[in-house]
């Protein structure tokens, strides 16, 4: 008997996050929808662009709301089982409350083990060809950064003129030992220009008395040059840098690039414990769900636990986040900043879970 309740409460769940997780998908897509027409209506691309690259936008957006899908979920799961007095029936079975609160929360930790091994690598993939559609579509969009053993390397393209930039990047906002390669849009080359320090603090570059090579010769300026580029320092350290388009492999693979570059990588380590933590993240969230509906009476409307849910979930979502800034400010550690909130909702889940078995 135990064994065809476990069957059937696990499949009710799983439906109701499916379900749940449809609508959310829905909502998401209709939201980001507007915003890509309103991106791809200057440019020529066909009609259904738009729709492609929100499709490939969404999911990353659905894996942050997850959480939350998990505790409204719960919520609805309840609400079912108490509509058709199937409570009761397992109180005839000689079940207690802690019995469907353990079905539910090993359905979560193994559905948050899913969403590590196959959901975020999928929904980074898309993540990534996202940025790539919609970076090859903007005006300014036509450039690229890489950082390798040769030092810093960047392609910008401003005014149909092409710029190859190499240089080394400290600490400062200082590129040292620049060389630049300037082509026309055909590729032909038009000038090199070398300098020892290029101020890149803001978009306007200060090129410290450069050499120009142009047409065989080379002529070193007094002054300094300037350049206008769709890069500065801040953005060269951020470039590309929406972690959920990198799988675990590509943001282990950015730590160590932060590292080369002198940089911290606390946003990286952030990202990483966040999506180990999964797994025990929505089996809190299922647990405290579960505590808030078997507390509440029984005659409250069905709004009432809707918006109960919603704003449980508001709450969680800014404690969260608000922690999340003190770990990238150093105002607290940053594993800290990520265990706090479960170690603090667990407790609470603890307390109500004493509660529960004593009723």
């Known amino acids: 008997m135990v064994r065809t309740f476990d069957k059937y409460f696990v499949l009710l769940f799983f439906k109701k996050l499916l379900f749940l997780s449809l609508i959310f998908f829905s909502l998401i897509f209709i939201l980001t929808i507007f915003e890509e027409i309103t991106f791809f209506s200057d440019t020529q691309s ?3 662009l738009p729709f492609l690259v929100a499709t490939l936008d969404v999911p990353s957006a659905l894996l942050e709301i997850f959480p939350f899908i998990i505790l409204i979920t719960t919520q609805l799961f ?3 089982i108490i509509k058709k007095k ?3 029936l397992i109180k005839i079975n000689q079940l207690d ?3 469907l609160i353990k079905i539910l929360t090993l359905c979560a930790f193994i559905f948050g083990m899913l969403v590590i091994l196959i959901y975020y690598p999928f929904s980074s993939k898309l993540k990534f060809i996202y940025f790539d559609f919609k970076n090859s579509y903007s005006k300014d969009g036509k450039y690229l950064k890489h950082y390798g053993e040769n030092g810093l390397w960047i392609k910008d393209e401003i005014n149909s003129e092409i710029y190859i930039i190499n240089g080394d990047l400290g600490k400062t906002n200082f590129l040292e030992n620049v060389f630049i390669s300037k082509f026309d849009s055909n590729f032909e080359l038009i000038e090199n220009i070398s300098s020892k320090k290029v101020d890149i603090t803001t978009n306007q570059w200060v090129i410290e008395k450069p050499y120009i090579f142009r047409n065989n010769l080379q002529t070193k300026l007094e002054s300094d040059l300037i350049i206008t580029s769709h890069f500065n320092i801040k953005k060269i350290n951020s470039t590309f840098r929406n972690l959920n388009s990198f799988n ?3 943001l282990i693979n950015a730590k160590r690039e932060n590292e080369l570059l002198g940089y911290s990588s606390q946003d990286i380590d952030l990202h990483l414990l966040r999506i180990a933590t999964i797994p025990i993240y929505f089996s809190v969230m299922v647990i405290i769900s579960s505590i ?3 507390n509440i009476k029984k005659n409250k409307p069905y709004i009432f636990h809707v918006l109960l849910g919603i704003t449980l979930s508001v709450i969680i979502y800014y404690i969260n986040n608000i922690f999340n800034i003190f770990g990238l400010t150093n105002k607290i550690p940053i594993y800290l900043s990520v265990f706090f909130p479960i170690i603090f909702l667990g407790i609470v889940s603890i307390i ?4 529960i078995n004593e009723q």
């Open 46 to 48: 066909e009609f259904y």
């Open 97 to 99: 409350n802690f019995y």
């Open 352 to 355: 109500g879970l004493i509660r």
């Open 248 to 250: 675990v492999f590509q």
């Open 292 to 294: 808030i509906m078997l």
């Open 86 to 88: 199937e409570n009761e």
């Open 78 to 80: 309840f609400l079912e």
